[in-house]
């Protein structure tokens, strides 16, 4: 038990921060996209803001 | 004329105490669906696929038999799940994550529940395979829980799947008393003004999908079927060429793999592998990862409140768990009930969106620190 305890704490250790990372980097994404590519600067007209 | 007889009777003659139990069970499941409204469509097709599978010598499941195969096909090779992702992925709009990254936080802290119930369950003393399959209740999403269990703990996957979808349910109960426990009448007074924009470019939209796929298929590589299936069908809801496959993502497709899923998922509940203790334990900590999956999104949103000048309701953090949109329409509907002018939906509901892709992340990183620290 102390074995699966033990890599529990580890999967919690080391799967916590990497997940809030991602998440950040995904964050990061959408700022980037929003910026680069506003909101009128296309032409196609598609199916804007739909 | 006796053994005719007898075989005739066959079916009588085996009937146990477990068969009567597991039939109680698929009644109660279609009562509760038909009756109550809980999940029909999936609730159904269970129900019914525990009554078939727990009739004495069932022609239902066996070697090369119907439900057997749809276990063996759909599931175990994890597609029935990833299917459904597409449509889920044609059902989301993503934009209110684009116009407010922010509340992915939110949804992040939803998935706290996910590594404390993993730890519960190992205290518990559940194999580390099944303590990780049950942590992923967290997320209150089925098919994360259906394709991570797929992976690797298939023996608990009947009741994995029956706890994901009845606590889903049970959100508008499981979801109030954490919150109320959890905050000030002040707080869950606290009102938002939801300005609605800026607009999303159709470009940001198209490109969002994509990007997600190759940032998380590249830290965790095993689970781009998971990731990219979901981005493909956001992808084909977003690209405005592709209506009809859009379409059929968000209905004949998702509703056909339900279906198969349900039946499959109620064919493997036979009496010898689902009436044990274990099953108990399954339920009691899907329960627990509930409350904890609500409980963190709350405690990060007051902890969000201290460091902003704009104060946020802390109760749209509960709504960072998966359960789309029962968890955010239960939040605006507690914050209508303790102020008649605060009107939270918007803000909820982006939050479980994020929720919603939050969570398929989650599932993505235990994956991948799984396989970094247990090497499976």
Known sequence: MADTLGKALQIAAVGLPVMIGVIGLFILVARALVVLFPHGGETNGGNEGS | ?376
């Open chain 2, 1 to 376: 004329m006796s053994a005719t007889l007898e075989g005739l009777l066959a079916g009588i003659i085996e009937l146990n105490w477990r068969h009567g139990a597991m039939w109680a069970i698929g009644f109660t499941l279609i009562y509760l669906a038909v009756r109550k409204g809980y999940e029909p469509l999936l609730l159904i097709p269970i129900g019914f696929g525990a009554i078939m599978a727990n009739i004495p010598l069932s022609g239902a499941i066996g070697e090369a038999v119907p439900l057997t195969l749809l276990l063996r096909v759909g599931v175990w090779t994890e597609l029935f799940p990833i299917l459904i992702f597409v449509g889920v992925g044609a059902m989301c709009d993503f934009s209110p994550l684009l116009r407010n990254p922010e509340v992915m936080l939110l949804g992040a802290a939803g998935q706290i529940g996910i590594f404390l119930t993993i730890i519960a369950a190992s205290l518990l003393r559940f194999p580390l395979t099944q303590a990780v399959a049950i942590g992923i209740l967290g997320t209150a999403d089925g098919p994360t829980t259906i394709y991570v269990a797929s992976l690797y703990a298939p023996e608990i996957l009947a009741p994995l799947a029956l706890a994901a979808y009845s606590y889903m349910a049970l959100t508008p109960l499981i979801m109030p008393p954490v919150i109320r426990l959890l905050t000030t009448p002040d707080e869950r007074r606290i009102r938002m003004v939801y300005s609605g924009s800026p607009e999303v470019s159709r470009t940001a939209r198209l490109l969002f999908p994509l990007c997600v796929m190759m940032v998380a298929g590249l830290i965790a590589p095993v689970a781009v079927p998971l990731v990219g299936f979901l981005m493909l069908g956001n992808f084909l809801r977003e690209c405005g060429v592709a209506e009809r496959l859009s379409h059929s993502a968000q209905n004949e497709l998702i509703n056909v793999v339900t279906l198969l899923l349900g039946l499959t998922i109620g064919g493997s509940m036979t009496g010898e592998t689902f009436l044990r203790w274990s099953t108990l334990g399954v339920m009691a900590l899907g329960l627990a990862a509930m409350v904890l999956a609500t409980a963190g999104g709350i405690v990060i949103a007051k902890l969000l409140n201290a460091l902003r000048r704009e104060k946020i309701n802390p109760m749209i953090g509960a709504a960072g768990i998966s359960a789309f949109p029962m968890a955010g329409r239960v939040v605006a509907k507690m914050a209508f009930a303790e102020d008649r002018q605060n009107y939270l939906l918007m803000h909820a509901v982006a939050v479980n969106i994020s929720g919603q892709l939050c969570s398929i992340v989650a599932g993505v990183v235990v994956i991948a620190v799984i396989k970094a620290i247990v090497g499976f």
